[in-house]
Nanobody, 125 residues
Framework: QVQLVESGGGLVQAGGSLRLSCTFS????????MAWFRQAPGKEREFVAV????????HYADSVKDRFTISRDNVKNSVYLQMNSLKPEDTAVYYC??????????????????WGQGTQVTVSS
C-alpha cells in the first residue's frame, strides 16, 4: 500500500524559510511524478510545484517561482520543498502527491493518485 507522509511544517515569520519533506513507501517513488499542492482555509487546493520521475524537469506556480525549490531523492524515496522568502499568503496545509500523468496535466490535482495527509505551514507577518 502506497503511503506518503509529509513533515517539516510549522510557524515561521515572514521572510523566513522552511523545508518540507515527503517520504514515500509502498512502491518505488521513481515511478511517479511528485508534486506539492497547498490549500488555505476557504480556498481550493492549488498546485505549487512538480518534479518529473527522473528529476530532470521541474515546474512551479507563478506565485512561488524563484522562492520555492522542489527536489527528489529516489534512493531515499523522498521529495522535498525548500521554501524561502515566505509570505503570509503562503499559509496553508501543504500536501505531497504522486501521479503518473503526462507533463501537460501536472497542475491538475485530479491527475494524482496518491496523497499525503498534509502538513501545516503558517507564516506570520
Amino acid at each position: 500500500q502506497v503511503q506518503l507522509v509529509e513533515s517539516g511544517g510549522g510557524l515561521v515569520q515572514a521572510g523566513g524559510s522552511l523545508r518540507l519533506s515527503c517520504t514515500f513507501s509502498g512502491r518505488t517513488v521513481s515511478t511517479y511524478n511528485m508534486a506539492w499542492f497547498r490549500q488555505a482555509p476557504g480556498k481550493e487546493r492549488e498546485f505549487v510545484a512538480v518534479v518529473r520521475r527522473n528529476g530532470g524537469y521541474t515546474h512551479y506556480a507563478d506565485s512561488v517561482k524563484d522562492r520555492f525549490t522542489i527536489s527528489r531523492d529516489n534512493v531515499k524515496n523522498s521529495v522535498y520543498l525548500q521554501m524561502n522568502s515566505l509570505k503570509p499568503e503562503d499559509t496553508a496545509v501543504y500536501y505531497c502527491a504522486a501521479g503518473s500523468q503526462v507533463m501537460s496535466a501536472v497542475r491538475s490535482s485530479e491527475t494524482y493518485v496518491h496523497w499525503g495527509q498534509g502538513t501545516q505551514v503558517t507564516v506570520s507577518s
